[in-house]
DNA sequence: GGTCGCGTATGACATCTGTCATCTGCAAGA
DNA sequence: TCTTGCAGATGACAGATGTCATACGCGACC
């Protein structure tokens, strides 16, 4: 019987990355990069006329994050198998990243030889999760902010002033403090930067 | 003439991406990939045991920065040639590699077939960095931080509160108050959020 | 010896941040 | 219909931040 090998599209901003690990990919006889493409924006349409079996997504790229692409993907090519490939293992990461439909979770800190392996076993339909990750998104628990209160987190992450983050977000000015104090109580914070760090942290923003 | 490879020292501290750029290297006629490492504390170690031409150095790593190993490699091993190999190709880090001995500067968005040709290039004696970045680097001027100032920034990043980080430092409250407002100064910012922000941007930090 | 810059400190003061109470409108759910 | 939560707002107040003036010790440099 002959072996099929599996087609696969690669999806990370970073081209030096990207063609090598397309390149390792290529050794193996049973996979075959089919496409690669540098913005989450590009996965759909890559994946429409190239048919992947897999798809190997970054998270942070320009156009869409490969969070995003996953839901896109799941949504129009449910037959794709998705593995978010990432540089931060951070639990918040983890849990967008199910919640999207993807069927693996790798870490860029991982060996080389798991990626190979991973295409293959999200192929026999297994999933592919750190366990210490998977604890730690579980642990956090769901998150606490509201759409607006993380807007108005996430404006202030730069340092801009209540007056700024008021103007540019079309509030008033103790609106923005009134939303900024109930983030900070909500993380557990005691001050807007360290509820900016926590809800990374945590993947709340 | 026979043709003599090139030995390379791989540092990068996620596995999947330095095995796969050790793979794409290592399918170059001329390039043998000697040693590889995870921590910046263990480049000048596995320098002088595998006697490279050329060290590829990431920037952020556990142990010392690839900057820093630069610098010790430079001291130690001054045959050696350093190519930094980074994710964010910020002028801050170039200039710091530049003076910590670097001979190159590369991103990771630059397409992979670029790290082979700069390896080739060092060992001619050339000089690799990217035009764009180097006038940034040289536009933003010199750090006008002195080392407490910048420490009690550094201390303020993630969102200490001003008690303590002069209980950390062993500086009373009204002195970290005075570095912080002349931090705040220098880098043109109006609190210590954008302060840390255009620090780092800039290298200063 | 004098000057300069850095490190460190105190005190006063203006501004900003963060908390809290209170209020209204709206939509969803019981 | 009533309750709940979210969005948005105002006002008062306490505490934190940032600015500024002033001062001293130390080491480097002229």
Do not use: C
């Not at 193996?28 to 798809?55: F, M």
């Not at 490969?66 to 593995?83: C, N, Q, T």
């Not at 080389?112 to 293959?120: F, G, I, T, Y």
């Not at 977000?169 to 001050?191: D, F, M, P």
């Amino acid at each position: 019987m002959t072996v099929r090998t599996v087609r696969v599209l690669l999806a990370d901003d970073q081209s030096m990355v990207r063609e090598a690990l397309a390149t390792l990919l290529g050794l193996e006889d049973d996979i075959e990069v089919v496409a690669q493409v540098a913005r989450g924006d590009e996965v759909l349409a890559a994946a429409r006329e190239h048919t992947p079996d897999v798809a190997l997504l970054d998270i942070e790229m320009p156009g869409l994050t490969g969070i995003e692409a996953a839901a896109r993907l799941r949504a129009e090519l449910p037959e794709v198998k998705i593995v978010i490939v990432t540089t931060f293992g951070r639990p918040g990461y983890l849990r967008r990243a199910m919640e999207s439909g993807a069927e693996a979770f790798l870490v860029k800190d991982a060996p080389a030889s798991q990626l190979a392996e991973a295409v293959r076993q999200v192929l026999r339909g297994e999933r592919v999760i750190d366990p210490g990750l998977a604890a730690a998104a579980l642990a956090d628990g769901a998150d606490p902010l509201t759409g607006r209160e993380r807007e108005v987190l996430r404006a202030a992450a730069d340092g801009s002033v209540n007056a700024e983050i008021a103007r540019r977000l079309l509030l008033s000015e103790g609106t923005v403090r009134n939303y900024l104090s109930t983030a900070i109580q909500k993380t557990g914070a005691r001050n807007r930067a360290e509820a900016v760090r926590i809800a990374r942290e945590k993947g709340w923003l």
